[in-house]
């Protein structure tokens, strides 16, 4: 059985660190610091997981999950939207272009890790 | 006003026509009963003339004395019945000639004929009934009757000249009253329309508009135009709809002036706890995990510099906001203190190019020293501001180009980026706290406060900040302060 592939997107390198750090299950981890280089990345590896921030250099991580949502090759995809704007509306408009979930900044480590654990069901 | 006046005017111009049409039918009246008393006159004296004639005849005749007092009665009634008729034609110089004429013939009937011949008959009964007696009496009674006659003649025919022109007159005066009523009935008419068209429709008109104002369209307005009265009336009008125009307008805008401050709040509270989340993100989660797991001396050293500088980014981040807060009361404390520009320039550099791999940093300074007189800290973090604000918003890395240039007494600091830009619309408004344009959207982190700060301290240092950007093709940011005077010695190097 592969190792599940998680694809960390945030311009905060202390943040990827965290989130890597945090999932201590054996996974393949991918990283991107702004929203091109996360679609360069979703389509060459096809990640299982998918944690994107909102907020980069160069282009919303909601662009970044339409362009996971168009393309048939990645329907598995989970996509985990996590954001420092944690109002309703920015909620919402995750919830809207398909995301899987949503966790907001500052998030708990073990929390994040449950959440990861969950949307890859069974198959670990 | 005038309308009514000249209406006024012509109606009663109508009725002096028709009294002088009425007073011309009135003597055309009278002359007629003249003619018809002149008619009566003539023929009682042709009657009195003929019981003259028959008495006296009948009484040579017949020798009866009843006939003689006929005569006399006749007689007497001769003087007032020509008088009458002289009275009645007096004033016609014809007929009146002919009335003196017929008074003399009468006079001589009597006196040269009447009374000699009864005095003959009292002496020869004969002589008196002679041919020749009858034929003198004849004679004379004829030429009287022929007078008499064409005295009626000619008084006939006046009357019936009259009596044609009383005709006339009348009707004249019934066609001029006619047209009359027919002309004021159309002036009538004519002012009932000038009342409606002058009166009755601007009121109308007003009437018409203060609905429209009271249905909420203040942009109405009213031709000022008509009688004074009304020019006034809608002069009144439209400066009131003006007034209530522009306090709708200045309200509204009022308005929008609060919607945007609304707007700017959410943006505030939306922006603030997005800058503070990330670096809590970061300490709340490294500090949980130090506490719930083991790690390894060097991660665990490593972890806990992670939380100090996200802390201390933290702090930097409410001393910015409080920044503002300070700038904005007037409260941001100066150091007067001698800076030389030069060497900050090269260490901030230095400090950012650490933090970005992407970008090649190079600074140029065509001076041995940018001497100014100010606080140190406060303009490194104007430079610092542009230094973070060039890497940030040229995502694809690239050159930044800082220069330090002596311009007379101004000192100039300049950094241009190979970055995104700014839109046209957003520039003008650049400076402004909280205003970040599309940076949002565009996945650019930040307060918008840096550059409104940074305006304030250059301001501060009496010195001027600007920029130069065209969309796609990058940005420079600059500032100038005034260069500190040469005697000043340079004896401290900032920070």
């Excluded at chain 2, 005066?173 to 009932?192: D, K, N």
């Amino acid at each position: 059985m592969r190792t599940a592939t998680i694809l960390i997107c945030d311009d905060e390198p202390s943040l990827r660190e965290l989130m890597r750090i945090s999932l201590r299950q054996d996974y393949t981890f991918a990283e991107a610091a702004d929203a091109a280089e996360a679609i360069e990345l979703v389509d060459a590896v096809h990640p299982d997981v998918v944690l994107l921030d909102v907020m980069m250099p160069g282009g919303s991580g909601l662009t970044v999950l339409e362009h996971v949502r168009k393309n048939p090759a990645l329907k598995d995809t989970r996509v985990v939207v996590i954001s420092a704007f944690a109002a309703d509306r920015d909620h919402l408009a995750a919830h809207d272009a398909g995301a899987n979930s949503f966790l907001k900044k500052p998030f708990d480590p073990e929390e994040l890790e449950s959440l990861v654990e969950q949307l890859l069901g069974p198959r670990n | 006003m005038v309308g009514s006046a000249g209406l006024a005017v012509i109606v009663a111009g109508t009725f002096a026509v028709l009294l002088v049409a009425m007073s011309d039918l009135r003597s055309s009246n009278n002359a007629q009963a003249r003619s018809k008393d002149v008619s009566t006159a003539t023929l009682e004296l042709e009657r009195v003339v003929n019981e003259l004639d028959v008495s006296l005849r009948s009484f040579v005749v017949s020798g009866n004395r009843h006939f003689l007092a006929d005569w006399q009665k006749a007689r007497a009634a001769l003087p007032p019945a020509v008088a009458r008729l002289e009275q009645h034609v007096a004033a016609q110089p014809e007929e009146k000639s002919r009335a003196i004429r017929l008074a003399m013939m009468t006079h001589d009937y009597i006196h040269d004929y009447g009374v000699p011949l009864i005095a003959i008959y009292q002496l020869r009964h004969e002589a008196a009934r002679s041919p020749v007696a009858t034929k003198e009496g004849l004679f004379r009674i004829d030429a009287i009757h022929k007078q008499l006659g064409t005295l009626l003649a000619g008084e006939n025919n006046l009357a019936s000249a009259r009596a044609a022109s009383a005709k006339r007159e009348a009707t004249r005066a019934v066609g001029i009253g006619v047209a009359e009523l027919v002309i004021t009935a159309a002036l009538l008419v004519l002012f009932s329309v000038f009342l409606a068209h002058g009166v009755v429709r601007p009121v109308r008109m007003v009437a018409a508009g203060a609905s429209r104002v009271a249905a909420g369209d203040l942009s109405t307005r009213l031709p000022e135009q008509g009688s004074p009265e009304l020019q006034e009336l809608t002069e009144a009008f439209n400066a009131m709809a003006l007034s209530l125009e522009q306090g709708q307008k200045a309200l509204e805008a009022q308005n929008e002036q609060l919607r945007q401050s609304e707007r700017l709040k959410t943006e505030l509270v939306s922006i603030v706890s997005h800058e503070l989340r990330t670096p809590l993100a970061s300490i709340l989660g490294y500090s949980s995990l130090l506490l719930k797991r083991a790690f390894g001396k060097d991660d665990t050293r490593r972890y806990l510099e992670t939380i100090h500088t996200q802390g201390r980014r933290l702090a930097s981040l409410v001393e910015e906001f409080l920044d503002v807060e300070r700038v904005e009361a007037g409260r941001i404390e100066l150091k007067e203190e001698l800076v030389d520009l030069r060497p900050l320039l090269e260490e901030e550099a230095e400090l950012i190019s650490n933090e970005a791999p992407r970008h090649r940093v190079h600074v140029s300074v065509d001076a041995d020293s940018l001497l100014i007189r100010g606080d140190g800290d406060r303009i490194a973090q104007v430079y610092s501001n542009l230094l973070t604000n060039a890497v940030k918003y040229s995502p694809d890395g690239g050159v930044i180009e800082v220069t330090g240039t002596v311009d007379g007494l101004v000192g100039r600091v300049q950094v241009r980026d190979e970055g995104v830009g700014i839109a046209d619309e957003h520039q003008p408004r650049i400076f402004t706290k909280f205003f970040r344009g599309e940076a949002r959207e565009s996945g650019f982190a930040g307060t918008g406060l840096g550059l409104a700060v940074s305006r304030e301290i250059v301001e501060a240092h009496g010195g001027r900040i600007g920029f130069r950007s065209v969309p796609g093709a990058g940005s420079a940011f600059w500032f100038e302060l005034p260069l500190a005077p040469t005697e000043d010695a340079p004896v401290s190097t900032p920070r």
